[in-house]
């Protein structure tokens, strides 16, 4: 940023990040969060973009959920999927088995993938994503992917097929408009 851009930044933003870096500083990926709200706060012709909401916001994530976050920078819609065992004499008795799986903190290298679901559900919590159980992403092949992962197979594995069959609702999690200002303000390019 030009020196002339940089401004004192305003204090129910940087005290509280100042603040909660104390806590979380041995987490890269909240430390960088936290760097890069600070140095948005800084910027004059930015300023504006550093909600003190965020801070808050980013104390309640998780490194991997950081990742997850920084790189929804640029993407638009995920796909999600969910799994049931359906009785097959009584068509409505169903089992959930699986919920809001996504296949993105395997791909980015997280930590703990198998926390996938929490992830998804604690960055809707956050209002940061929302979860549209009724727009399905185009392309089938990442579906294809989400049900041939090694996680849904292993949960269909213990089906037992003469009984019950295994049903998927497609959908898709997509960036909020407010999810969009964090990363914006939150994360690097």
């Not at 890269?28 to 909600?51: G, P, Q, V």
């Amino acid at each position: 940023m030009p020196e002339e851009n940089i401004i004192t930044p305003d204090a129910s933003v940087a005290g509280p990040a100042i603040e909660a870096l104390r806590f979380s500083a041995h987490h890269e990926e909240i430390r960088e969060m936290f760097s890069s709200l600070l140095a948005t706060a800084m910027n004059s012709e930015e300023a504006e973009k550093a909600h003190p909401s965020f801070v808050e916001i980013i104390k309640q994530l998780s490194p991997d959920e950081a990742i997850i976050m920084s790189a929804m920078r640029t993407s638009g819609y995920h796909a999600l999927l969910s799994v049931k065992s359906v009785d097959l004499e009584k068509g409505e008795s169903f089992i959930e088995l699986k919920r809001n799986f996504s296949n993105i903190p395997y791909l980015l290298g997280c930590k703990h993938p198998e926390m996938s679901s929490s992830y998804i559900e604690n960055l809707s919590r956050l209002g940061l994503i929302e979860i549209n159980n009724q727009t399905e992403v185009v392309d089938d092949y990442r579906y294809e992917n989400l049900i041939y992962s090694p996680t849904i197979q292993q949960v269909v594995s213990g089906i037992d097929l003469s009984e019950r069959k295994v049903e998927y609702s497609k959908y898709v999690s997509s960036r909020t408009e407010f999810g969009q200002k964090f990363v914006s303000a939150c994360t690097t390019s």
